[in-house]
């Protein structure tokens, strides 16, 4: 009976010092792509920020940034106040903006006259959400395309 409860002791210690040893990020919000590079439309980069998100309400303006270990997207939706379906423009008001690295550093922007939108959900004092979907970007050279994109994320 000694013996069990020796076993028990010594599994619950375990268990424990696992669960203390497992690194958690309990501001992480959800924010995710499909990112499709060039005319491949079959093979995306299934795409989200592991490392970091954040919400920005600054007045109008609401950026919403996230990165995984080498690469950042950002959102910024001018005069966004409501719930509602937003255009991406190719300006400094409203713009998609993915960095990939480490290494390169290529800069994707939203093509002008892009067709992508980004749909809010909700937004409040605490919280914005929303879906994203075909929005354009290029670097000159290389196009990407993000689709079937989500994000959930508190306000810092």
Known sequence: MKKIYSSLFILSAVVLLISSCKKSNPGLG????DIYSGNDTINPLVWSASKET???HAGAPVN?????????LIININGLTDPGVYQVMDSTASY???TDGPGTWD?????YGSSGTITVT???D???????DTIVLSNSFVKKILKNGEFDIEFQ
Not at 64 to 72: C, F, K, P
Not at 107 to 111: A, D, E, P, Q, S
């Open 30 to 33: 959800i924010y995710k792509c």
């Open 54 to 56: 954040i919400a920005l």
């Open 64 to 72: 919403i940034i996230g990165r995984d270990s080498v690469s950042t």
């Open 96 to 98: 998609v903006q993915y």
């Open 107 to 111: 800069i994707y922007k939203n093509l």
């Open 122 to 124: 909700e937004i409040n």
């Open 126 to 132: 605490t919280r914005v959400k929303g879906t994203f």
